[in-house]
């Protein structure tokens, strides 16, 4: 992803930010097709279906007829992506949430060479076609990479507007020699490699942390509507993209070296979306251990793991192996002797057969190296099959 400054002028402005309107209006609408949808009931409507009721809409209303019908429509399809990413149980993301004016505004634009183009006039400045908006300036600050197909424009709360050109990111050869790595989950640390390593995402430093804190605590003492809230905001919005940009840099660094260094990359089949979902239970079967199980969920969601599989498929497409994580934590990757008891604590392995002493994550992540594939997928993207035959692979 590369992020550019985009100049629009002032007429060109006006355009974009009906397009954002348009785009947050139609992702709204869908937002509440499905929050009335619940367990047991028809599905709420898809993308295809939605795409027919959108034209409805413009045909009805011309405000909406007026606007772009690819900023909309891609909204609907954006929206489609983030629900595969709700119900996607390896990878899981947040529920698609309401779009607020001033907050989350933006707008994609797909079909280079129909709804738009890019062209550089200096070194220094880029002209990229925006429809009904048309060349619109932005700063060439860094090459624009090969083979974009899309654009994603946004307007920050200091309003700046930016475009992110999106590549399909390139496949990162493996070295060809039947390498293996086994990648273990943890809470603490956020990847531990069957070589030994152990990887932490990056957050925030403690003092960034305490910063945080206080600035969220001010906030909730602001008063409404003041501009010492709108800082405020604006302050936190920062702190957290810095979080944020921390750990995708991350994730894309390491997914590319374990690609290039290993063939055969195996992950632990894990149904995070299950273990972070299950704390709260439901009326009838409250969960337990509520209060813990949320500081170890957040530990797992913000460690950034769901992030680092998802960039591995991208990269290393096809040569990723999911394995059943059942036993991986008790068994011994030194003999096979299986024991809850040799698992001593968080961090500490230690074989009550053979006495082989090991960090507890690392001897997990031995044994999803050595494990058999109970599915093998590649990075594909959006379309997943509901039922999905397990596939033994010989190893
Ligand atoms: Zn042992």
Redesign the pocket.
């Known amino acids: 992803m590369s992020r550019y400054r985009l100049l629009p002028s002032p007429a060109q402005e006006a355009v974009l930010r009906d397009h954002c309107a348009h785009a947050r209006y139609v992702w709204n609408l869908a937002v509440e097709q499905h929050a009335h949808w619940r367990l047991g009931r028809k599905s709420a409507p898809g993308y295809l279906v939605q795409c027919r009721q959108l034209t409805q809409a413009r045909a009805e209303y011309p405000w909406l007829a007026a606007g772009s019908q690819t900023v909309q429509q891609q909204a609907l399809r954006d929206f489609a992506q983030a629900m595969v990413a709700f119900f996607d149980r390896q990878n899981p993301a947040g529920r698609p949430r309401w779009r607020k004016a001033g907050r989350d505004e933006g707008f994609r634009i797909v079909g280079r060479g129909t709804q738009w183009d890019l062209r550089r006039t200096s070194r220094k400045v880029g002209h990229v076609w925006i429809p009904k908006a048309g060349w619109l300036r932005f700063r060439w600050s860094r090459a624009v990479p090969d083979g974009v197909k899309s654009y994603r424009v946004t307007l920050d709360s200091a309003g700046r507007w930016h475009i992110t050109f999106a590549a399909i990111p390139e496949p990162v050869p493996g070295p060809g020699n039947g390498a293996t790595v086994g990648i273990d989950r943890g809470v603490v640390v956020s990847a531990a490699l069957s070589t030994g390593a152990l990887l932490t995402a990056p957050g925030l430093v403690t003092r960034e942390q305490k910063r945080l804190r206080r600035l969220e605590r001010k906030l909730a003492r602001a008063k409404r509507c003041s501009n010492r809230r709108r800082q405020l905001k604006q302050a936190l919005a920062r702190l957290r993209a810095r979080e944020t940009g921390r750990r995708k840099d991350w994730a894309e660094k390491t997914s590319t070296d374990i690609a290039r260094r290993f063939d055969v990359i195996r992950v632990e089949d894990l149904q995070i979306k299950n273990m972070t979902r299950s704390a709260k239970g439901t009326r009838e079967n409250p969960g337990r251990n509520v209060r813990q199980k949320c500081g170890l969920n957040r530990g797992i969601l913000r460690s950034g793991w769901g992030l680092l599989v998802r960039r591995l498929e991208d990269k290393a497409s096809g040569r990723v192996e999911r394995i059943s994580p059942a036993y991986t934590s008790q068994t011994?990757?030194?003999?096979?002797?299986r024991d809850p008891e040799?698992r001593e604590s968080q961090s500490r392995f230690r074989?009550?057969?053979?006495?082989?002493q090991v960090h507890a994550d690392v001897n997990a992540a031995r044994n999803i190296a050595a494990g058999h594939a109970v599915t093998a997928r590649g990075g594909d993207g959006v379309a997943r099959p509901v039922n999905r035959e397990p596939q033994l692979l010989v190893s």
């Open positions: 011994c990757s030194g003999c096979g002797h040799s074989c009550r057969a053979c006495g082989l």
